[in-house]
């Protein structure tokens, strides 16, 4: 029974990650006004102060889908699929801010949460998704969204460590961790993304 929930919550977790980055490249490919309405906030944005909004935000790629807890552990008895998706700055900019100014620190998305809708909905334009609706029926997804500035910027990993409710949840985070890569999850550690991003990311180990 442990062995059949542990390998449906990675199969959920691999269904997760193919949806996203399709309807991802979706967006790219489609014009503005057909975009959904979430996905305009960068244009608006740059708008409104061109120097702290990268022209670069308005078309949305995904830099790493990375699957980590319990899952990622194969822990025997898994619990909420963790993901972490880090951006070009055209999703996680609502999400950093939440986290920044929310007296509860922690977000949950399941079916009924509001941000299953901003995310889905609101930004990918996935409107009663079978296979959505089936993975957040049966589990929780714990979602956070943050720019490639995590990697990037110790600064600003010690903005957002100051927010969390561990202090220490980015570095416990990247201690099991898989990457979302060609329809599965692989390993992945902190001197692979430190070399791929060409960072400095000896303070998470």
């Known amino acids: 029974m442990h062995v059949l929930v542990k390998d449906q919550r990675l199969e959920q977790a691999v269904q997760l990650g193919q949806i996203i980055l399709?309807?991802?490249?979706?967006?790219?490919?489609?014009?503005?006004?057909?975009?959904?309405?979430?996905?305009?906030?960068?244009?608006?944005?740059?708008?409104?102060?061109?120097?702290?909004?990268?022209?670069?935000a308005i078309s949305p790629e995904i830099h790493e889908i990375l699957l980590y807890g319990s899952v990622a552990r194969s822990a025997r008895d898994p619990g909420d699929i963790d993901l972490l998706i880090i951006d070009n700055g055209h999703f996680s900019p609502v999400f950093v801010q939440r986290i920044l100014e929310a007296k509860d620190r922690s977000f949950v998305m399941s079916k009924d949460s509001p941000l299953n809708f901003d995310l889905l909905c609101g930004w990918l334009g996935i409107q009663d998704d079978p296979t959505i609706e089936g993975?957040?029926?049966?589990?929780?997804?714990?979602?956070?969204?943050?720019p490639l500035m995590l990697l990037t910027s110790k600064k600003f990993r010690d903005k957002i460590a100051k927010k969390m409710k561990d202090p220490h949840f980015l570095r416990n985070l990247f201690r099991?961790?898989?990457?979302?890569?060609?329809?599965?999850?692989?390993?992945?550690?902190?001197?692979?993304?430190?070399?791929?991003?060409?960072?400095?990311?000896?303070?998470?180990r």
């Open 22 to 56: 399709q309807k991802t490249a979706r967006l790219r490919m489609i014009p503005l006004c057909q975009m959904p309405l979430l996905s305009c906030i960068p244009l608006l944005n740059l708008a409104r102060d061109s120097e702290k909004t990268s022209p670069e």
């Open 135 to 146: 993975i957040l029926e049966s589990t929780f997804v714990d979602l956070h969204i943050f």
């Open 176 to 204: 099991n961790t898989l990457r979302y890569e060609h329809g599965q999850f692989v390993a992945v550690d902190i001197d692979d993304l430190a070399c791929k991003y060409d960072c400095d990311l000896d303070d998470l």
